[in-house]
């Protein structure tokens, strides 16, 4: 008997870089589902495992086939998985909850203290076909077309952000219009927000951030974002806060613009501890403050799939360039120019 | 006509200390009461104008009777008062919002960005009477004693703190056992949390906080406070943080004993800007944070009537002493001297 | 000296009918603000009290200028009113809270037990000039013109029927496309609502809800209407009941139509009691069932002068005809025929 | 090889009745975990099961196992089961939600559309071994006693019915003294409620409401208990709601004690369509009312745990009788005499 073998993008061993090698095609275990790649997609986590930064090494066990955002089309499917059948059109959350620990049993299986992800702790979908265990997989509706698919998950970082709180004639400042930024600001436009106001200092995100329909977009290196923000509200400042960035000069001046009462969703990745003056910015001013991390399971899937799928949400500005898996290396070199946008790695066999 | 006189404690001049005065009583204007005061309560605000801190200096302008809790008997109406007559047993929020800002509009009167307070900004209750717009007073049930009548203000902000989110059912820490820690802990418990832990360094107060019902009290000079409650916890970490103390150290070290998806109350006033692990403490968390100032108005006071009526909250070791207006400066050495407490004064006619 | 007067539109005794009046144009009182009315909208409660039914005889008490619904600019303030001033163009909200019952003190003011509404237990906007306490007057921003202006007491109700509880992403039943229904399927779209079904017997409102965005609009006498929207959500029903008609018959269906888990916000006034399927339609369901009156004040206000700044809300098809308020009768025969849509009346002075 | 047979009450035809039988001990399979039962309680639906009415004959298909609270330790794990072992002390959520449906999706599992209940749709614990999905286990602390781990699915009812919406400093009120309705009772005490009003017909259960908390326990047909209700709540009425009869009468009492703004949770049963005052109850009053049923999964069962852990609950007043599990006849005449409380069965090997 021949086992089918395909390429997969692997990190070989602990150590910068990455290479295509030609493994085993995963079968599918009980529960579990194989999934046909025809896109998929690269965060900024995967730059971090193909470059070997510190939270890479201390995390990831080489070898390993990276990736974790993708769609494609159901290949097997395991013993006891009843809904899904070959051809289903999926894509999936990548974040494997436990189920039993105590934020699972709270209903928050998006912070689970046992995760395993799919592509970091385990194969993931840079690859021509990927295992995922059948209660991640989401069924894609056809109207949503195979590039968005292939985003649902840095989508759905800036849908979790976006509706963690009111929006619905709420002002807003987003804070560093990255991939997932630029997408909230398509996303709080379209879940009704009042005036929203971008601060980036790249003039190519910036344009991207106007595309996306950012009222106003301030070069924070351009004079005093936070004092025009609170300014432009008539001294109110904002009602909610998107802080995409993790830069801490950016975080405090987001703090700044946020009004008393106001709403901060934090989703942007500080590479160290950030000063706050706390006592201004969070205490006094009653403000509520919510870290975000991955996707609620699966209300924010939800909330994407009736979003994407009425055609809404406009996300074409966000992509970049469309390559052959095997021509990883340029796409990483895209991406590490710095500009925004998506860059979509397209297996063998996929068209 | 002879003018009424009473005695008040005053801040006659921009610099340290204060003085009992003769003023006149305050007439009630339209929209106001004034309250004969039967007994007025030191806040740690109180002690900060007393000894002219940066912050007084920048906000007050003397001359001004201070001090901002108390209870009384309405003495006066103003016109078109109706709902206030003279004997009515009152206490009163001290905060009095515009109604017309942002945040008053969005039902958040606690951070109103026009707020006057009656003590600070314009003449309070360390004093024999004490005018309050009629808007502000809140009519006490008879089974609420004085004492506890006149400490409304910081129970406010200990019931604001603990049920700005939910609590029957969750673990607890409380970080720094003063006055509003303290009392936080008895609400907890009266508001059907599960276990609670409190961190303290006095050992006084440490004392008081089990008096209080919290259930382990720990000192963090003596071993890692926030690996005990993680590890008590079975690693989950607690569900809530009261953080009661305004100590950066504290501070982060109660994030760390908070469980991913956890919720934290920050009500502790720190004196300089906080450095935190925002990444893993509170992103990665998935935490809700909430800056609490104040009161709500009034939904707060509603919750304090109907813990204070039924007697479900004891409070009584929380009480010090209790001493004639005219010896403040023993009541503010005995506060100075850091046992947490509270110290009533009593105006001259009050038995 | 002589006194100004006016003409406006008064219902001289308790039956029905009412008839142009010349009265004196009002004084602002302290606190009030009196406006000079450009454009008034007729309320179907208008209807009702001309039309002298049960309840306006139980309620009213003549003689009264009637209307709540305006916009204008003001032509003096009060004492003690300094937020205005002579020229503003302002809107108001006419239910005015007591301030000091259990609902108002938990934040709840527009279910205040003691509250007074201007047109229907004091004078209203019926005329040339029309007098509204300073707390519930609504500045309007110049991007906002005269007919939506006047029709934001509706339209609030439409934005507290939608906005309370998640929208965003979430499948919409709209019951009854009377105006407030038409209105709240164009806020729920606006507000990032997935596929809306709204049902209406009558063709030509049915047209309207299809220009205020429906999807789907379905006509509940020919067929089961209940039936087609739970098969066209694939067997789940909708996670949104906007029920807006009052009629009995089709507040069973909208929660036929209702899915487990989901909100139902009840608008619609029913004329009699309504018999309830509760343990299919409501507990078994888990159901969250919202009773929404008025307008919250003034989240909901906050809300609508957000959606209205930018345009996002297209109301021009609700707008039937303009006429001077002296062809009242005319107006009230507009409305009788039963055709959806807002009539406004332009008294004498207003271009 | 021998297969182990047990003892076990089971319904083996559709029409009433129930008889003892010995079939095989279940086997694990995977995912699944066999428990031996140490205590069984009775249901209200269990009777119903019993005497075989309309909603039985429509749902199961004997020959069943029946019942669904219970306490027990573990027998055996089957494959693929790693958080359990035997010897393990447990309680379990009976209702198994499929994960995949819209209400699970969007995390309300206790109202999934494709539920199966073990002791209704699959064999459950009226025996002395019974097998359970191990993400529906749930393993008791030691400190909590099996009469009180044997009926935490109704507690879990009450503790679901009390904290769907705010309790801390609440008054409330319970209508209908039936077993949920007494726990509700010991539950919204516990959890910091202020003054609660029930009311109920039976003297034996009214004075089993004031053993386990009422402040006032009303016989409504002895006078007007809505009126009193709201006078004793200074004509406010309660803010908050605990239907626990199904009992279209009091359910419409239950309504008119509701203040304005105020929450009502329904979860007693009724058996026919009521007909309600929508208008005046619900829709101008802005009531919340939350239709409960089953218990979150698995929020409830975290505060429940805590609840009982720290012995706050005093449940004892509850419990009538302990019998051998064949002694079911004198167990359903104890509960068909309609005194509340519970009845445990214990099998045989139980001690």
């Given amino acids: 008997m021949t086992i089918a073998t395909m390429q997969a993008l692997r990190k070989p061993r602990p150590e910068p870089g990455a290479q295509i090698e030609s493994v085993p095609v995963p079968a599918a275990r009980p529960g579990e589902v194989v999934v046909r790649v025809r896109a998929a997609s690269i965060c900024g986590t995967d730059l971090h495992i193909y470059h070997w930064d510190a939270w890479s090494a201390s995390r990831l066990r080489p070898p390993l086939t990276f990736g974790h955002e993708f769609c494609g089309v159901v290949e097997s499917a395991g013993e006891g998985v009843t809904r899904f059948e070959r051809g289903d059109r999926v894509t999936a959350e990548m974040h494997v909850a436990c189920g039993h620990c105590r934020p699972c049993r709270a209903g928050q299986q998006h912070v689970c203290q046992n995760v395993r992800i799919l592509g ?186 009736a979003l994407l799928r009425d055609g809404r949400l406009k996300l074409d500005p966000l992509f970049k360039e469309r390559l052959r898996l095997c021509d990883y290396t340029r796409a990483f070199e895209l991406l590490e120019q710095g500009a925004a946008g998506k860059v979509l790695l397209v297996p063998n066999g996929a068209e």
Wanted: proline share 6%; net charge negative.
């Fill in 120 to 305: 970091i702790d385990q194969d993931g979908c840079f690859a021509e076909f990927v295992s995922v265990p059948a209660t991640n997989l989401w069924k894609l509706d056809a109207t949503i077309p195979d590039r968005y698919a292939a985003i649902m998950d840095p989508l759905g970082n800036a849908v979790h952000s976006v509706l963690a709180g009111p929006i619905a004639g709420a002002t807003v400042a987003v804070t560093g219009c990255g991939p997932i930024g630029l997408m909230s600001i398509a996303v709080a436009k379209a879940c009704g927000c009042s005036t929203l106001y971008a601060t980036e200092i790249s003039p190519h995100r910036a344009k991207l951030a106007q595309e996306m329909g950012a009222d106003l977009v301030l070069n924070p290196r351009e004079g005093d974002a936070a004092a025009r923000v609170v300014s432009e509200t008539a001294g109110a400042g904002v009602d909610v806060l998107l802080e995409m960035s993790g830069n801490p000069a950016a975080i405090r001046q987001g703090f700044e613009m946020l009004r008393p009462g106001g709403r901060a969703s934090l989703l942007g990745i500080p590479s160290e501890p950030v000063t706050l003056d706390l006592l201004r910015d969070v205490i006094f001013k009653g403000a509520t403050v919510l870290g975000i991390y991955g996707r609620r399971m699966f209300e924010t899937w939800l909330q994407m799939d």
